[in-house]
């Protein structure tokens, strides 16, 4: 089966010293010709701060990118440089992995620093809902046999110039 998206995973940054928060990117295009609802789990890192699950919906051919912050341990030992691996992977099956590094003596990034980095890519989305329009649906019967084919009527009322509805 071919791939519904391409998924790519980076830190942003290269060096991290022990108890840093890193910010992780992860880039997702859409491949198809239709809306794509995902679900993203974060598979393997040190740590992650928050949920490791995050829900998307891409547009036709949409590129868009998701963050997390992983954490990194605090045991690391002075002479030692640590390689750790981090994935992620979709509820399609693909899988983005990466590695970074962190020492004891590498520059440490705090929560905030991290928090900052990932507010300064993200986009803010503006959207206007369409709030004033209204959608009823009901069916001819209560209970079907999976035999019979259903009828939904539905009545959409409301504001609808420029507006395309589809079921």
């Excluded at 980076?10 to 679900?39: A, H």
């Excluded at 998701?66 to 440089?81: K, Q, R, S």
């Excluded at 989305?125 to 649906?137: A, G, M, R, S």
Aim: include cysteine; charge should be negative.
């Amino acid at each position: 089966i071919d791939p519904h998206i391409e998924l790519e995973i980076e830190t942003l940054g290269e060096e991290f010293g022990r108890e840093s928060y890193v910010p992780v990117q992860v880039t997702i295009q859409n491949k198809e010709d239709f809306y794509l609802p995902l679900k993203l789990i974060f598979t393997k890192a040190p740590g992650v701060l928050g949920s490791n699950v995050k829900n998307i919906l891409l547009s036709p051919q949409e590129e868009s990118s998701v963050f997390w912050i992983v954490t990194v341990p605090g045991d690391a030992e002075p002479g030692f440089v640590y390689t750790t691996a981090i994935e992620v992977e979709s509820m399609y099956g693909d899988t983005a992995t990466n590695e970074f590094s962190y020492a004891y003596g590498y520059g440490t990034m705090s929560q905030h620093e991290a928090e900052e980095i990932i507010a300064s890519l993200q986009t803010t989305e503006e959207t206007e809902y369409l709030t004033d329009i209204e959608i009823e649906c009901s069916t001819d019967k209560e209970f079907y046999y999976s035999h019979e084919t259903a009828t939904i009527s539905c009545e959409v009322t409301g504001e609808l110039e420029g507006v395309e509805v589809c079921f």
